[in-house]
């Protein structure tokens, strides 16, 4: 998680603003989901409020599908079409670049799908709901940290 007082949390912002924010689910949080943990009750309790279907990315649909079982296959289909899909076009690949860059002159390594993924939800003005925050250091996007398997 942050430490206290580096963002903003996505979380205190909507129960502020009384406005749901735009979500896009990391791969973590698309495993839990699918998993049946505590990611797929919040889902569904967004759902009932009539909160919009969260986004995903086309990295986070790779890293999910590398890692299904052939039985789980029409499941998993099935819970990825009801995402949105955030674009990831010339200005995205751009901005993971330059995140890229500029952390690596401070030796700090991001990795490309990771850096691709945040600039997604930039793209769409979505929080990046993660099980790993760390991996999304970028000052500009807002980061909701969901725990892994709680």
């Not at 200005?91 to 991001?110: D, K, M, N, P, V």
């Not at 490309?112 to 993924?117: H, K």
């Not at 003005?125 to 000052?139: E, Q, R, S």
């Amino acid at each position: 998680m942050a430490p206290a007082g580096w963002r903003t949390s996505a979380a205190a912002i909507r129960r502020a603003s009384g406005k749901p924010l735009a979500l896009l689910l990391d791969t973590t949080v698309l495993i839990d989901a699918l998993r049946g943990r505590p990611a797929a009750e919040r889902l569904r309790s967004a759902r009932e409020l009539g909160e919009a279907p969260p986004f995903t990315c086309v990295i986070n649909v790779e890293e999910v599908v590398r890692g299904i079982l052939g039985h789980e296959r029409e499941a998993v289909a099935r819970f990825l079409s009801a995402l949105r899909l955030a674009p990831l076009r010339r200005r995205e690949g751009e901005l993971a670049g330059s995140w890229r860059r500029q952390f690596a002159s401070r030796g700090i390594t991001l990795s490309q799908a990771d850096c691709l993924i945040a600039a997604a939800a930039l793209g769409v003005g979505a929080t990046l709901a993660t099980g790993n925050p760390k991996h999304f250091p970028m000052p500009e996007l807002a980061v909701e940290h969901w725990p892994i398997g709680s």
